[in-house]
């Protein structure tokens, strides 16, 4: 237990959660001092209220964004395989953690552990959002949002009364004459104001993807599992069933409580008639077979240096076309075997071929690398080729997309 509180606040002590508690303090503290000037607490009791009101969303944001980070996703347990070990047949194998990936569990590869319900994993609490901390997250989105339009209509109002403070001197209306800006405060205002609505747009617009992920009872990589599968379904004249779709309200309460505690034990999920606990990674193998049976083998004939921009090795229409994702791009080799499953114009995905040693087994090299290093591989004995006429290697850049 110690151990895991200790990884916990390791990946807390970490850029992207020390700026978001930094954002929140700076437009926390600046609002405050603000209002002071701007609707004195003291003044009446509406005022009390306004920055009452203000603070605990303050306090809200701060606390549920710990929970989210400090609490993590919930990770699937190492080696970890089913009681009954005929369903391991129904599930998938993870490598990386030695054992079966349960039910609406993913690996992450930034994490580097299988985890519980994946969404999504989130730069700003250096953590996964999945099945422990879902409710946490949410509750941050919410408590964010709403905290910064507060802040941002307190702020607008102080900086405009503070900007024209001269022109209610002069027509008497003293009342009103009691923000004084400096131009640190000045800088400082305008800056949080920036911060603030940057806050509401961006934070916003994932609240609403949650919020319609909790009414769905999906996640964002389930959201594509089902996209295909119902392609699938629609080639093959037949329907597919989202197993977790349980209604409305009963899809908000596996995620939303007073507590923001998870529902359940990450593992045995609810489902509707006629499906089964197996009924979605069924579907996950079907899909990973489709996707073994069109990869191709590529061999690197120029290096790729692992660069998200490599204007220098590869040129501009590389670099002005990339894959929209946060995958990794991969350092390659010149003669370097990549098994290729995602195609683009400029860029292929793949994973590295690599031999096993008796010691360990390497780790997996997979991601995204320019098309111009690669051709497609194939083997052919020399008589075969000598009597078709195909080299054994030949260039495959007039490909279709994927």
């Known amino acids: 237990m110690f151990l895991g509180w200790y990884n916990s606040i390791r990946r807390f002590l970490h850029w992207g959660p020390l700026t978001a508690i930094g954002i929140i303090q700076s437009i926390t503290v600046m609002t405050i001092y603000m209002n002071s000037m701007w609707w004195p607490s003291h003044t009446s009791l509406w005022a009390l209220l306004n920055l009452?009101?203000?603070?605990?969303?303050?306090?809200?944001?701060?606390l549920y964004f710990v929970m989210a980070s400090l609490t993590g996703p919930g990770y699937l347990r190492l080696k970890w395989r089913p009681a009954h070990h005929s369903a391991d047949e129904q599930l998938q194998f993870c490598i990386v953690c030695g054992g079966y990936k349960a039910p609406r569990s993913h690996h992450c590869r930034k994490c580097d552990r299988c985890v519980i319900k994946m969404d999504h994993h989130c730069p700003w609490i250096n953590n996964c959002v999945g099945w422990a901390n879902h409710g946490y997250f949410t509750a941050f989105l919410a408590f964010a949002v709403l905290g910064c339009i507060h802040g941002t209509v307190i702020l607008g109002s102080s900086l405009y009364v503070g900007l024209y403070r001269d022109w209610y001197v002069y027509y008497g209306q003293l009342s009103k004459v009691n923000v004084k800006l400096t131009v640190l405060?000045?800088?400082?205002c305008v800056f949080n104001i920036g911060l603030a609505i940057g806050v509401v747009l961006t934070v916003g617009a994932l609240l609403v993807y949650q919020v319609r992920s909790i009414l769905n009872n999906r996640t964002a990589i389930e959201d594509w599992i089902v996209e295909k599968a119902r392609f699938r379904a629609e080639r093959n004249e037949q329907t597919f069933v989202y197993p977790y779709d349980l209604g409305r309200w009963r899809n908000v309460k596996q995620v939303i409580n007073l507590t923001c505690r998870p529902v359940g034990n990450g593992y045995d999920w609810p489902v509707i008639e006629g499906c089964d606990q197996y009924t979605l990674t069924r579907e996950q193998l079907a899909q990973k077979k489709e996707k073994r049976e069109r990869t191709r083998t590529y061999t690197i004939v120029r290096p790729a240096t692992g660069s998200?921009?490599?204007l220098f090795s590869q040129g501009p229409s590389v670099c002005l076309s990339p894959p929209l994702t946060d995958e990794p791009r991969?350092?390659?080799e010149v003669d370097d075997i990549v098994r290729v499953t995602r195609w683009r114009k400029h860029w292929l995905f793949g994973e590295k071929l690599q031999e096993p040693t008796k010691k360990t087994i390497p780790k997996r090299v997979r991601g995204w690398f320019p098309r111009k290093c690669a051709v497609e591989y194939i083997e052919l004995d020399d008589d075969d080729a000598m009597m078709s006429g195909v080299p054994l290697k030949y260039d495959n850049t007039n490909k279709k997309d994927d």
């Open 185 to 188: 405060s000045l800088v400082l």
């Open 52 to 62: 009452t009101v203000f603070v605990l969303l303050s306090l809200g944001t701060g």
């Open 330 to 332: 991969i350092k390659l």
């Open 308 to 310: 998200w921009f490599p």
